[in-house]
Nanobody
């Protein structure tokens, strides 16, 4: 059974950093494309970052380029999103995602950037 569990969110001041983790089970993470999405209140989910099954570095959205980085630890079957220089407009619920014949989502984790 495919499961994705996010951790590492919380409250951080503007300019601070957080690292989100997504622990996968029921499949081998390195075999599939993995993504991070975020959802602002009242909005649709948007793609933040994505990494293929062969890349060591992934791609990030223009809005977070130079500040966020997606990576994975295959030995731990875990996906990461390193978020630096956080801004209040990064406040959202962040989701881990993969597609294996259908979309699978984690439960989501709140990131709040506020002073």
């Amino acid at each position: 059974q495919v499961q994705l569990v996010e951790s590492g969110g919380g409250l951080v001041q503007p300019g601070g950093s957080l690292r989100l983790s997504c622990t996968a089970s029921g499949f081998t993470l390195r075999t599939y494309w993995m993504s991070w999405y975020r959802q602002f209140r009242g909005k649709e989910r948007e793609l933040v970052a994505q990494i293929s099954n062969v890349d060591t570095d992934g791609q990030v959205a223009e809005s977070v380029k130079g500040r966020f980085r997606i990576s994975r630890n295959n030995a731990k079957n875990t996906l990461y999103l390193q978020m630096n220089s956080l801004k209040p407009e990064d406040t959202a619920v962040y989701y881990c995602n993969t597609y294996i014949y259908k979309d699978y989502w984690g439960q989501g984790i709140q990131v709040t950037v506020s002073s």
